[in-house]
């Protein structure tokens, strides 16, 4: 290395690699460029219109069939039975009937078309945090750690369940719905009639809907009959007047199932002032059906006032997966700097060598 010559290389005239191919757009925008709703991304089984403002199941079950009886048979009563009653005995009758028609309507529609109290999926930070600590909470023998916690609400201890697919404890109340693949907060049931799950945050609509139904079909069924009395009357007959009325045509609606609605708003009147749920009275969760000792309903205020008011004109909680809300787009990353290849000055044989060493490890980096 005694005779040995350095030539300069001069950093410049190095070919440095181009990228060929275009970057790839963010998997959060479409290809228009406009960026997604939470709502387009929402790993639930649901269904969104009006830009998310509306949330509905997948499954909607029997909702049109629910939403037809009722406006069928609100309508076959206004064309034949209303101008009769009006004539015979008041005015007031298709006003009542318009404004039971109508409260029912709106209260399905608010059940069927806002969210219940879903509560969002954790993050995969949050999940493996959760999965951490039950690995920790873990003993060292074979057996699985539980994936169960416990909380004291008013002196009684409560078991929080894990959801393997939400990747979070369950808050209390909370249960997971098989048919819409979501955690909703203060589970009642999943209805078919209404097309979405019943719980925190559209109860009272359900409610509502159940209880005005139910004053519909009584009067409805009422009318009916008084309609169907008075032309009796004439001397011809039930028969007779049955086959030459026209409130032969909603009579057989009225008829559908007119005691089960009563039978539901009785059931769901006892929920609500027992602070309770569907699901919770099915299992038994405070009545000792599973072989536990009763030890009351921790929910309950002991009071049937207070219940109701708890229940049914609390404030409105807020949704928690804001799906009108903009899906964060992960910044590219910034693009490679080229850096500064040093200068070499060769002053010896010594300095030349590691001069050229720590060119060769600058190049390959």
């Given at each position: 290395?005694?005779?040995?010559?350095?030539?300069?290389?001069?950093?410049?005239?190095?070919?440095?690699?181009?990228?060929?191919?275009?970057?790839?757009?963010?998997?959060?925008?479409?290809?228009?460029?406009?960026?997604r709703r939470k709502w387009e991304v929402f790993p639930g089984r649901n269904r969104f219109y009006?830009?998310?403002?509306?949330?509905?199941?997948?499954?909607?079950?029997?909702?049109?069939?629910?939403?037809?009886?009722?406006?069928?048979?609100?309508?076959?009563?206004?064309?034949?039975?209303?101008?009769?009653?009006?004539?015979?005995?008041?005015?007031?009758?298709?006003?009542?009937?318009?404004?039971?028609?109508?409260?029912?309507?709106?209260?399905?529609?608010?059940?069927?078309?806002?969210?219940?109290?879903?509560?969002?999926?954790?993050?995969?930070?949050?999940?493996?945090?959760?999965?951490?600590?039950?690995?920790?909470?873990?003993?060292?023998?074979?057996?699985?750690?539980?994936?169960?916690?416990?909380?004291?609400?008013?002196?009684?201890?409560?078991?929080?369940?894990?959801?393997?697919?939400?990747?979070?404890?369950?808050?209390?109340?909370?249960?997971?719905?098989?048919?819409?693949?979501?955690?909703?907060?203060?589970?009642?049931?999943?209805?078919?009639?209404?097309?979405?799950?019943?719980?925190?945050?559209?109860?009272?609509?359900?409610?509502?809907?159940?209880?005005?139904?139910?004053?519909?079909?009584?009067?409805?069924?009422?009318?009916?009959?008084?309609?169907?009395?008075?032309?009796?009357?004439?001397?011809?007959?039930?028969?007779?007047?049955?086959?030459?009325?026209?409130?032969?045509?909603?009579?057989?609606?009225?008829?559908?199932?007119?005691?089960?609605?009563?039978e539901r708003v009785c059931f769901h009147t006892y929920l609500v002032a027992s602070n309770l749920?569907?699901?919770?009275?099915?299992?038994?969760?405070?009545?000792?059906?599973?072989?536990?000792?009763?030890?009351?309903?921790?929910?309950?205020?002991?009071?049937?006032?207070?219940?109701?008011?708890?229940?049914?004109?609390?404030?409105?909680?807020?949704?928690?997966?804001?799906?009108?809300?903009?899906?964060?787009?992960?910044?590219?990353?910034?693009?490679?700097?080229?850096?500064?290849?040093?200068?070499?000055?060769?002053?010896?044989?010594?300095?030349?060598?590691?001069?050229?060493?720590?060119?060769?490890?600058?190049?390959?980096?």
């Amino acid at each position: 290395m005694k005779n040995c010559e350095y030539q300069q290389i001069d950093p410049r005239a190095l070919s440095t690699p181009t990228p060929t191919t275009t970057p790839l757009p963010p998997p959060c925008a479409k290809k228009t460029g406009r960026p997604r709703r939470k709502w387009e991304v929402f790993p639930g089984r649901n269904r969104f219109y009006c830009d998310g403002r509306i949330i509905v199941a997948r499954q909607m079950g029997v909702l049109p069939l629910t939403l037809g009886l009722i406006l069928v048979t609100s309508s076959l009563f206004f064309i034949f039975d209303c101008p009769f009653l009006v004539a015979h005995l008041t005015g007031c009758i298709p006003a009542i009937g318009g404004l039971l028609c109508v409260f029912v309507v709106v209260s399905l529609l608010q059940t069927s078309f806002s969210d219940p109290g879903i509560l969002p999926r954790a993050t995969p930070e949050e999940a493996a945090d959760i999965e951490k600590q039950i690995d920790n909470s873990g003993s060292s023998s074979y057996r699985p750690p539980p994936r169960t916690r416990e909380v004291l609400i008013r002196q009684q201890v409560v078991k929080l369940k894990y959801c393997f697919t939400c990747k979070m404890f369950r808050p209390p109340r909370t249960s997971h719905c098989s048919l819409c693949d979501n955690c909703v907060e203060r589970f009642d049931h999943h209805c078919p009639w209404v097309g979405n799950c019943v719980g925190k945050r559209n109860y009272r609509f359900f409610y509502t809907f159940i209880v005005s139904l139910s004053f519909l079909t009584t009067f409805i069924f009422g009318c009916v009959i008084t309609h169907l009395t008075l032309r009796s009357q004439s001397g011809k007959g039930l028969v007779l007047a049955l086959q030459e009325s026209p409130a032969r045509y909603p009579l057989p609606l009225s008829f559908i199932n007119p005691h089960a609605i009563p039978e539901r708003v009785c059931f769901h009147t006892y929920l609500v002032a027992s602070n309770l749920t569907t699901n919770e009275d099915i299992k038994g969760s405070w009545s000792g059906k599973r072989g536990a000792v009763d030890s009351g309903n921790p929910y309950s205020y002991n009071n049937i006032f207070t219940n109701c008011c708890v229940v049914l004109c609390g404030p409105m909680p807020p949704s928690l997966i804001d799906r009108r809300g903009f899906v964060l787009t992960d910044t590219p990353p910034a693009a490679p700097q080229e850096a500064e290849l040093p200068h070499f000055v060769a002053k010896n044989d010594a300095n030349m060598e590691e001069s050229c060493q720590e060119f060769a490890l600058t190049c390959t980096a």
